[in-house]
T-cell receptor, first 115, second 114 residues
Framework: DTGVSQDPRHKITKRGQNVTFRCDPISEHNRLYWYRQTLGQGPEFLTYFQNEAQLEKSRLLSDRFSAERPKGSFSTLEIQRTEQGDSAMYLC?????????????FGEGSRLTVL | AQSVSQHNHHVILSEAASLELGCNYSYGGTVNLFWYVQYPGQHLQLLLKYFSGDPLVKGIKGFEAEFIKSKFSFNLRKPSVQWSDTAEYFCAVLSNFGNEKLTFGTGTRLTIIP
């Protein structure tokens, strides 16, 4: 499968614990995005990278959230001191900046449940 | 800031009925527009996109959408729905200036009754 892959698919954790999600984009894509989706809502933008540079972070991304893309390939999203309000589906998407359309290719998501 | 409105939260139709899902966006500049679909248990997939040219765009599975710039709309249509079209549909907009990220609407859940 050469699509966007995310790991783990589902994570259950206790409040206050740290969690990390990984995303492997489509190999030739230079842009990588993180979105969050809660029930009944559309995906909400969190942050994105072009190669290894983090170009924008949403105000939704509190200081407990950090994302990296150290070598311009895979990315990690870490949430420290999780809260129940962090429970959501975390979506990763990638795109090829130069294709001009802005189309994003999504992974299947990592569902976080904070107890 | 750009925003997207999808006024139909849940639509229920019988098979073979015609479908139109509304999408309006608020951004005055040049935009690229998208419809994504999320089938139960699956990831978001692109249904169709508009970025230039003919404002009537055809996508997969018989879907089409029309970009009406004067109305800031990009409604999704299908003349005859099937049970397999049951899914959640998201409209999204990308502005070509400033930050290049997709902004999504809240989605429309479509239920097709056999």
């Amino acid at each position: 499968d050469t699509g966007v892959s995310q790991d783990p698919r589902h994570k259950i954790t206790k409040r206050g614990q740290n969690v990390t999600f990984r995303c492997d984009p489509i190999s030739e894509h230079n842009r990588l995005y993180w979105y969050r989706q809660t029930l009944g809502q559309g995906p909400e933008f969190l942050t994105y990278f072009q190669n290894e540079a983090q170009l924008e972070k949403s105000r939704l991304l509190s200081d407990r959230f950090s994302a990296e893309r150290p070598k311009g390939s895979f990315s990690t999203l870490e949430i420290q001191r999780t809260e129940q309000g962090d429970s959501a589906m975390y979506l990763c998407a990638s795109s090829f900046r130069q294709d001009g359309t802005g189309e994003l290719f999504f992974g299947e998501g990592s569902r976080l449940t904070v107890l | 800031a750009q925003s997207v409105s999808q006024h139909n939260h849940h639509v229920i139709l019988s098979e073979a009925a015609s479908l139109e899902l509304g999408c309006n966006y608020s951004y005055g500049g040049t935009v690229n527009l998208f419809w994504y679909v999320q089938y139960p248990g699956q990831h978001l997939q692109l249904l169709l996109k508009y970025f230039s040219g003919d404002p009537l765009v055809k996508g997969i599975k018989g879907f089409e959408a029309e970009f009406i710039k004067s109305k800031f709309s990009f409604n999704l249509r299908k003349p005859s729905v099937q049970w397999s079209d049951t899914a959640e549909y998201f409209c999204a907009v990308l502005s070509n200036f400033g930050n290049e990220k997709l902004t999504f609407g809240t989605g429309t859940r479509l239920t097709i009754i056999p």
